[in-house]
C-alpha cells in the first residue's frame, strides 16, 4: 500500500507543483495608469492674445502679420529660419554619401514625385509664403508663417495654387487673437494631406484622427487620451521631435514611444524581452487606414488617356478615385496589414544625381537601413508605396515633369496632358540633362507606420508571427523566430530518428514474439 | 522457468525522481513542439508559459537529484564498464530470442546493465546538460532588468533553438526504445512493476549467496 501512496505522490505532486507556480496574480498596469493622468491634466496657456494691443487690428498682408508676431516674439523669427518646417531641407549624414543637406526641398519622392517647376502649388504647405521658384528667400523671417501651425480657430487657409500664401479675405483680426500651441488641425492640415490628398501619403495621419475613436488611435481618440500631436512631437525653440524618413537619414532627434512608456512597459517579462528586436508599433499597429483608404499605389505611366478627346476620372465605391488622366492608375486599401522591416533608425534617398539601375526588380525612392545581425535594429511596420514614375532611359536618370501651372499652353502636365513636353519643361527648370526619351520605372518608398496605434487589447498575440502559416513576420529575414522558423533538415532528421526507433523496436518485438511462441510450442 | 524471487530494487526517492520526470519530459515534449510550431494545442502563449515553467520544475528535480546521487553513492551505478557489454548487446541480440538467461544480475547494488549505464551516463552528462543550458540560453538570452535589456552576448537564437530541438528529437527516441526495453524483464510487467512499486521479480541465482542482502532492503551503499 506504501508503494501505491508513493506511486500516487510522486505523479500527482510535480502536477501540483506546477499548479502552483501557474496561479499568476494578476497585477494593474500602475505605468499607464500613471501616464492616463499626466495627459489629463490641460494645458493653459500662459497669454491671451486678444488682450494684446498689437492685435487689435485687421490685417491684409501675411507678412505684415508675421512681423507683429516677431515684434513680441523678436527670437522666435531666426529660430524659425533654421527649422525643418522651414528650410525644407537638413544637414544629415548618410552611411556611403557622406555630409548631405536633403529634405522637401530637392528630394523625389514616390507621389508627385517632387516640388521642382510645382512649388507654387506643392509649397502651399510649406511654412512660409510665396516660395514659387528656386529664388525664394529663406534668410527673410518675415517670410514664415506662423499662422498655419499657431492658429487655434481651425479656420486659417492656404491658397490652393498660392505658393503659401493665405487665402485673401480671411478674419485675421480673430485668428491672430486666438493663436496658440499647435493643435492636431494644424499640423494636419499639411500632414494629413500629403501626396495630394486626405491620408494618400501615410496611411496612418489623417482627418477621421480629429473625431476618431480610441479602437482608431488610442492616444489621439476622443474618447482615449485626446492627446495632440505636440504632447510626443514636443519641441524646444521650434526644434521638434520626430522623424519622417521620406526626408530623413540619421538616428537622431526620433519621437518614441520610449519616451513616456519607456523600454520595459509590459508587466509580464516576455513581451519586455521582445523589445530589443521589434519596434512597439509592430504588435501595436496592427493595421493602418483604419477609416479612410490610403494610396497603396500610383501608375504614373497612364497618365495623359482621354475619353471622347476630354480628360476624365474613374472611382471605386467608396469614392476613391482609381483613374486619373492627370495622374495615372491608383490602387487603395483601407485596414491594411503593414510589411515587416528590419530599421536602425538610418535611411538613404535616391537622389534626383543616382543612376537608375534598369536591371533591378524596383527602384527604392528610399531605403530603409538595418538587418538581423545589427544590434541597433529592430522590426518596424512600414507602408510600402508601390509605383511607376518616368526616367531617362538614356541617362539613367529619374524625370521630374512639370505638372502644375497657373493657365495651360506652359507644358504642365495636369493642364496640357503632355508628357512630352511636361518632362522637357521640367528638366529645363532644373538645369538637368535631358535625353528626350522617357520611360518608366518600377518605385518603391518605404514610410514606417507609427501612429494609429490600437489599444493594447487589440495588439498582435503571439502566435500572428508565431506560427508556421501566414506569420507576420514570413518575410522578415535574418532571425530564428521560434513557432515560424522552420530547419527542414533539423525536422525531417529528427523525425526520421524516431521513426527509426519504432521501427527497430517493432521488428525486435514481432521476433521476440516469434521466438518466444516457438520456444513454448518445443 | 526458471525460479524467481522478489527483490527491492528502486527506492521510494528514485520511484519518484523517475516518475517526475517521465512526467516532465513527456509535458515538456508536447509543450516544446508546439512552441515549435510542429502542432496546436496550448496556444502558443500557454505553451510557452507551460514549457518555461516545466523547465524550472526540472531543473529544480535535477538539483535534488544529483545531491540524492551523491550523499546515496548512487551516481556509481552510472559508472561506465567494459565487462558484459558485449554479452548484453548480444542478449538483446540474439539470446533474448532464444529465452536465455539475462547476462547481468540486477540487485540493489548494480540495477544497471553495461548498456544501461552507458545510455542513462550519456542522458546524464551529454542529453540532459544540453538541454538545460541551451534551454537556459533560450529563456535568458535576453532579458529584461531594471528598464533595460540585457543580452548574453548570444548574437542569434538560431543555434540555441536548434541545440535544443535537436537534444529534444533525441530524447523522444530515447523514449520510444525505453518504453519497449522496460518489457523485457523477466516478464513483460516485470520492470514497469518495479518501478512502481520499488519490488522486482527476478531470475533467481542458482549459485545464490546473497539472498540475505537483497532482502534487506533499506540498506545504504556507503
Given at each position: 500500500m506504501k508503494n501505491t501512496v508513493t506511486f500516487i505522490l510522486s505523479v500527482v505532486v510535480p502536477l501540483i507543483i506546477i499548479t502552483v507556480v501557474l496561479r499568476d496574480a494578476s497585477e494593474e498596469n500602475t505605468k499607464l495608469a500613471e501616464l492616463r493622468k499626466e495627459q489629463s491634466i490641460p494645458h493653459i496657456p500662459g497669454v491671451d492674445h486678444s488682450k494684446h494691443e498689437v492685435l487689435q487690428r485687421d490685417f491684409d498682408n501675411p507678412h505684415e502679420i508675421t512681423a507683429t508676431c516677431l515684434s513680441c516674439h523678436t527670437e522666435r523669427g531666426e529660430e524659425l529660419l533654421h527649422s525643418f518646417h522651414f528650410t525644407w531641407e537638413r544637414e544629415e549624414f548618410i552611411e556611403g554619401r557622406g555630409v548631405t543637406y536633403l529634405g522637401k526641398k530637392n528630394l523625389l519622392n514616390n507621389f508627385c514625385t517632387g516640388i521642382f517647376s510645382n512649388e507654387s502649388t506643392c509649397n502651399r504647405c510649406h511654412a512660409g509664403f510665396g516660395w514659387d521658384d528656386m529664388d525664394f528667400d529663406f534668410t527673410n523671417p518675415y517670410n514664415i508663417d506662423c499662422l498655419v501651425c499657431h492658429d487655434n480657430t481651425g479656420t486659417y487657409e492656404k491658397l490652393k495654387g498660392g505658393a503659401g500664401y493665405p487665402t485673401p479675405g480671411q478674419d485675421f483680426r480673430t485668428i491672430v487673437q486666438n493663436v496658440g500651441q499647435p493643435k492636431k488641425e494644424n499640423c494636419g492640415y499639411c500632414h494629413f494631406h500629403g501626396g495630394g490628398g486626405n491620408n494618400v501619403k501615410h496611411g496612418d495621419l489623417e482627418m477621421a484622427l480629429?473625431?476618431?475613436?480610441?479602437?482608431?488611435?488610442?492616444?489621439?481618440?476622443?474618447?482615449?487620451?485626446?492627446?495632440?500631436?505636440?504632447?510626443c512631437h514636443t519641441a524646444e525653440n521650434h526644434v521638434m521631435k520626430?522623424?519622417?524618413?521620406?526626408?530623413?537619414?540619421?538616428?537622431?532627434?526620433?519621437?518614441?514611444?520610449?519616451?513616456?512608456?519607456?523600454?520595459?512597459?509590459?508587466?509580464?517579462d516576455m513581451l519586455n524581452s521582445h523589445v530589443a528586436k521589434i519596434a512597439c508599433q509592430t504588435c501595436h499597429i496592427p493595421e493602418y487606414a483604419k477609416v479612410n483608404a490610403t494610396k497603396m499605389y500610383w501608375d504614373w505611366s497612364t497618365a495623359g488617356r482621354l475619353d471622347d478627346g476630354k480628360i476624365f476620372e474613374l472611382y471605386d465605391g467608396e469614392g476613391n478615385a482609381i483613374y486619373q488622366s492627370i495622374k495615372g492608375d491608383f490602387e487603395w486599401k483601407t485596414n491594411v496589414e503593414p510589411e515587416y522591416f528590419w530599421f536602425n533608425g538610418t535611411a538613404d534617398h535616391f537622389l534626383i544625381s543616382d543612376k537608375v539601375d534598369t536591371t533591378a526588380a524596383y527602384l527604392e525612392i528610399n531605403t530603409l537601413f538595418g538587418d538581423a545581425s545589427d544590434r541597433d535594429s529592430r522590426i518596424i511596420?512600414?507602408?510600402?508605396?508601390?509605383?511607376?514614375?518616368?526616367?531617362?532611359?538614356v541617362h539613367l536618370s529619374i524625370l521630374q515633369a512639370k505638372l502644375w501651372d497657373r493657365e495651360p499652353g506652359k507644358g504642365a502636365l495636369w493642364l496640357d496632358l503632355d508628357w512630352e513636353r511636361a518632362l522637357i519643361e521640367g528638366m529645363k527648370y532644373l538645369d538637368r540633362p535631358y535625353s528626350g526619351k522617357w520611360n518608366f520605372v518600377n518605385t518603391e518608398m518605404y514610410l514606417p507606420v507609427n501612429h494609429m496605434v490600437s489599444p493594447a487589447s487589440q495588439a498582435l498575440?503571439?502566435?500572428?508571427?508565431?506560427?508556421?502559416?501566414?506569420?507576420?513576420?514570413?518575410?522578415?529575414?535574418?532571425s530564428y523566430i521560434p513557432g515560424n522558423t522552420k530547419y527542414a533538415a533539423v525536422d525531417n532528421m529528427g523525425v526520421m530518428l524516431i521513426i527509426l526507433s519504432f521501427i527497430g523496436v517493432f521488428i525486435h518485438a514481432v521476433i521476440r514474439y516469434f521466438s518466444v511462441k516457438k520456444l513454448k510450442q518445443s | 522457468m526458471a525460479k524467481t524471487e522478489k527483490v527491492y530494487i528502486y527506492k521510494s526517492y528514485e520511484r519518484f525522481w523517475h516518475w517526475t520526470q517521465a512526467f516532465l519530459i513527456f509535458f515538456l515534449a508536447l509543450t516544446g513542439f508546439e512552441v515549435h510550431g510542429s502542432f496546436s494545442f496550448f496556444g502558443f502563449e500557454s505553451a510557452v508559459d507551460l514549457h518555461n515553467k516545466a523547465a524550472w520544475a526540472f531543473i529544480i528535480l535535477t538539483i535534488f537529484t544529483i545531491f540524492w546521487h551523491f550523499t546515496t553513492g548512487e551516481w556509481r551505478q552510472y559508472l561506465p564498464t567494459t565487462e558484459n557489454l558485449r554479452a548484453q548487446a548480444e542478449y538483446y541480440i540474439f539470446g533474448i530470442f532464444r529465452n536465455a538467461p539475462h547476462p547481468t544480475r540486477k540487485t540493489t547494488l548494480s540495477k544497471l546493465n553495461p548498456l544501461q549505464r552507458l545510455v542513462y551516463l550519456s542522458l546524464k552528462i551529454l542529453v540532459f546538460p544540453?538541454?538545460?543550458?541551451?534551454?537556459?540560453?533560450?529563456?535568458?538570452?535576453?532579458?529584461?532588468?531594471?528598464?533595460?535589456?540585457?543580452?548574453?552576448?548570444?548574437?542569434?537564437?538560431?543555434?540555441?533553438?536548434?541545440?535544443?530541438?535537436?537534444g529534444a528529437y533525441i530524447l523522444i527516441a530515447f523514449v520510444v526504445v525505453h518504453l519497449?526495453?522496460?518489457?523485457?524483464?523477466?516478464?513483460?510487467t516485470s520492470n514497469l512493476k518495479a518501478m512502481i512499486t520499488g519490488w522486482e521479480e527476478l531470475e533467481k541465482d542458482e549459485k545464490e549467496d546473497d539472498k540475505k542482502k537483497n532482502d534487506e532492503p533499506e540498506k545504504e551503499i556507503s
Open positions: 480629429l473625431t476618431a475613436s480610441r479602437e482608431v488611435d488610442v492616444h489621439m481618440g476622443v474618447d482615449g487620451a485626446n492627446m495632440e500631436c505636440v504632447d520626430g522623424r519622417y524618413y521620406g526626408v530623413s537619414s540619421t538616428n537622431e532627434r526620433r519621437a518614441t514611444c520610449e519616451q513616456c512608456h519607456t523600454a520595459n512597459p509590459h508587466i509580464d511596420p512600414v507602408k510600402v508605396h508601390r509605383g511607376r514614375q518616368p526616367y531617362d532611359p498575440q503571439c502566435q500572428d508571427c508565431h506560427t508556421r502559416e501566414n506569420s507576420r513576420m514570413q518575410l522578415v529575414e535574418g | 544540453v538541454m538545460i543550458a541551451s534551454g537556459l540560453a533560450y529563456m535568458f538570452y535576453r532579458y529584461p532588468s531594471e528598464g533595460e535589456i540585457v543580452e548574453l552576448g548570444i548574437s542569434s537564437l538560431e543555434r540555441v533553438a536548434l541545440a535544443h530541438t535537436i519497449y526495453l522496460i518489457t523485457t524483464g523477466h516478464t513483460v
